[in-house]
């Protein structure tokens, strides 16, 4: 993983370097919302190396025949500090074009305050359909495994709302809402942020 920063928060960049999924961290207090860390999956999805990728917005990845509908639905995401995942066409360094599933999701510091915005990318092919849809299925029987608490957390991280906001709705105390985060993270498998929302989407909550 190569990170172009000291961060401050160290363990939600380290969160990303073991994850076998294509991932980036992003750091929104920056001009253009530059890209911080990458981890080694991304580099070999995209095939452009860290040192091309890091100090850029993730939009390098668009190219001609890409959205701009749903382009600008990641944009209104970032502008919102909302999750939103997306399925569209971008380019990798050598041009070849593939269908890739962003997950693009915010990442708040105990004060609420946003701190980075956590990317996601996986690649799908016209093979990858039938494991795409046993993925939907896989991640819906992992949210059945959660308590009705866990599962009301995860739903609302899903939906973009922050700690402070999921304890006031559900009356816990935020200790309480992190203590269900973490717990719901391990039952569905999830490393970070963008991979339980991931896994939330993928179940449709």
Request: hydrophobic share 40%.
């Amino acid at each position: 993983m190569k990170v172009l920063t000291d961060p401050k928060f160290a363990d939600v960049i380290e969160s990303i370097e073991y994850s076998p999924i294509a991932t980036v961290i992003s750091d929104p207090n920056l001009c253009d919302n530059p890209i911080v860390a990458v981890n080694e999956p991304f580099c070999t999805l995209t095939q452009y190396p860290s040192e091309e990728v890091l100090g850029r917005n993730c939009k390098f990845l668009a190219g001609e025949e890409t959205e701009p509908w749903l382009t600008d639905k990641i944009r209104e995401g970032v502008i919102n500090h909302r999750p939103v995942m997306v399925e569209i066409l971008n380019y990798k360094r050598d041009g070849t074009p593939f269908r890739n599933a962003v997950l693009v999701a915010p990442i708040f510091d105990k004060s609420d305050a946003l701190r980075y915005f956590i990317g996601t990318q996986v690649e799908l092919l016209e093979a990858d359909w039938e494991t795409f849809s046993g993925r939907k299925q896989k991640a819906r029987s992992l949210v059945k495994s959660l308590s009705t608490r866990q599962r009301q957390v995860l739903q609302k991280m899903a939906n973009g709302e922050r700690t402070k906001q999921i304890a006031y709705e559900l009356a816990l105390s935020e200790k309480t809402v992190e203590m269900h985060r973490t717990l719901l993270f391990r039952k569905v498998g999830a490393g970070n942020v963008a991979e339980a929302v991931r896994v939330a989407i993928d179940a449709g909550l």
